[in-house]
């Protein structure tokens, strides 16, 4: 079975009256509903021209119908192409351009913007309650669609990368890279039919649409499925959950309700963190209140989850664990050579979880893979002993300053542990005489007031001369793109000067 929905099938056709998920707002709906609401999205697309390998560009505020939507592309075999719904109009004009979508599906206000700029794909609109105009074609659709039959190399999906250091890239993943990546993590995390998946990310990004999505689609879980995350509500539910996933600031946030304790989460077997670095500080004060250790996992657009803390065993902090199973991951210097425990260097990966390149850029794609067929993340990291990986940063973040090669990371921790800051991004400017200077933003604790010299001095204290900053720059918070990433570019940019 090459298709991704022919195993979500499986399921549904086991007990289409059994519920898939409860939303924010008691809203019920079944595996029979998943089924045939489907059906009836691949029938109207189908009907407007939408073929097999044709894209379909969807930027939706997220509802239950547009994860039936993604559904009907995988099962139509239609490439889905999700949209951060922060988009504007010259990044969407630059994705439509550059994927050439067969079919757009938008909210409905942006119906004129996104209409003049469709270069013949049909415009359809889905409103944040799942209605408009798809939802009405699909309406009048037969609620049955027999899949796709494509290979399983065939595309399932562009997804185009964040671009935190650069133009974004369509990365194409296929449905190998899905269903083997998805049954891993089943395995992996220990999914069944028993568990009760709180959803509350986005579905514009891997995270939410493949990682928390496919585990519980494949498995069987049922979903609490949240419109988005909203600290009091996930409060709410989690009595009813037995996991939860979220980016890092799902926790430092939910760390801040008085009402999140031990009792709130009685029932919930694991909580996984990703995305972005969890900070040691998120992960010890976690443990404390819940007693449990958040399963901090490693994983990137290209490649699905690439490691993971264990189910079962020691979860470190700091770190985002081991291989997973299938996936081959090395640290390497620069000539692509692997390098030993303890020692810094470019994560590399092999695997069926690896894409098989970025759109329209096969110049790009040969440059990411080196000759023996390692894909280069960009991520700098280093193994235990135990080969566990800790990730140090992107390589692009990394300082070089008097000819010092300077990991922003290790500034950071020493950094987040002075007391009176809450968080901190090191990144490098231009600087005459150095090449680049290291520049530190950080956000000062509530109630708390920094200096400038304070800070420096003890960095002083704890690091070579060299990694001393140049410049502290006081901000109230660091800006992050939607999936909670601190933009570095944007800090850059900011402080060139
Ligand atoms: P994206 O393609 O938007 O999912 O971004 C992938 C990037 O997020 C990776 O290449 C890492 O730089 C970063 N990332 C993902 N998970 C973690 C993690 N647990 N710790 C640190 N960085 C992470």
Known sequence: MSNLYAHIEQTALRDPARELLITDQGERFTWGDLHSQSARYANALARTGVRIGDRVAVQVDKSVQSLFVYLACLRAGFVYLPLNTAYQRSELSYFIGDAKPR?????????????????????????????????????????????????EGALAA???????????KGAMITHRNLVSNARVLVEYWGFTGKDVLLHALPMFHVHG?????????LSGARMIW???????????????????????????????????????????RLFVSG???????????????????????????????????????????????????G???????????????????????????????????????????????????????????????????????LIITGGYNVYPKEIELVLDSLHGVA????????????????????????????SEPDIISALRRELANYKVPKRVIIIDDLPRNAMGK????VLRERHAD
Request: with cysteine.
């Open 103 to 151: 079919a757009i599906v938008c909210r409905p206000q942006s119906r004129g913007e996104v209409e003049a700029m469709a270069a013949g794909a049909t415009v359809h609109t889905m409103g944040e309650d799942g209605t408009g105009s798809l939802y009405q074609a699909a309406a009048q659709c037969a609620p049955v669609h027999a899949i796709a039959q494509v290979d």
């Open 158 to 168: 562009i997804i185009y990368t964040s671009g935190t250091t650069g133009r974004s």
């Open 209 to 217: 649409l493949f990682v928390a999505s496919h585990c519980a689609l």
């Open 226 to 268: 949240h419109r988005r995350f909203e600290p009091a509500l996930v409060l709410r539910d989690l009595p009813k959950a037995s996991v939860l996933m979220g980016v890092p600031t799902f926790y430092t946030r939910l760390l801040s309700e008085a009402g999140f304790d031990r009792t709130s989460c009685a029932g919930v």
């Open 275 to 325: 995305s972005a670095p969890l900070l040691m500080e998120t992960f010890s004060a976690f443990e404390q209140r819940i007693g449990q250790r958040i399963l901090e996992r490693y994983g990137m657009s290209e490649a699905g989850m690439i490691t993971s803390n264990p189910l079962h065993g020691e979860r470190k902090g700091g770190t985002v664990g081991r291989p997973l199973p």
């Open 327 to 397: 996936n081959e991951v090395r640290v390497a210097d620069d000539r692509d050579a692997a390098l030993r425990a303890g020692q810094i260097g470019a994560i590399q990966i092999r695997g069926e979880n690896v894409f098989t390149g970025y759109w329209n850029m096969p110049e790009k794609t040969r440059e990411e893979f080196t000759v023996d067929g390692w894909f280069r993340t960009g991520d700098v990291g280093v193994f235990d002993a135990q080969g566990y990986l800790s990730i140090v940063g992107r390589a692009k973040d």
């Open 423 to 450: 968080e901190s991004a090191v990144f490098g400017v231009p600087h005459a005489d150095f090449g680049e200077a290291v520049t530190v933003a950080v956000v000062p604790r509530e109630g708390a007031t920094l």
């Open 486 to 489: 601190v933009q570095k570019n």
